[in-house]
């Protein structure tokens, strides 16, 4: 199974965003989502991960887990 991370890079990539466009989007720094990029986090809270999803166009369900 895909890790959060892979899931986010796939959205992204699929709406052509990159990560300071979506870090703008939901409204937090663009080393926060780095950091899930590269894995150094699990990934977003609840609500971030809620807020990157409708950024993204996905379900959160599936941005959270798979």
Excluded: C, H, P
Aim: net charge positive.
């Amino acid at each position: 199974m895909d890790e959060y991370k892979d899931r986010l890079l796939s959205a992204m990539k699929r709406v052509n965003m990159t990560t300071q466009q979506l870090a703008d989007k939901i409204g937090i720094s663009y080393q926060a989502v780095k950091k899930v990029i590269d894995g150094k986090s699990a990934g977003f809270g609840i609500v971030n991960n809620v807020r990157a999803a409708a950024a993204l166009n996905v379900n959160s369900d599936w941005l959270a887990t798979g």
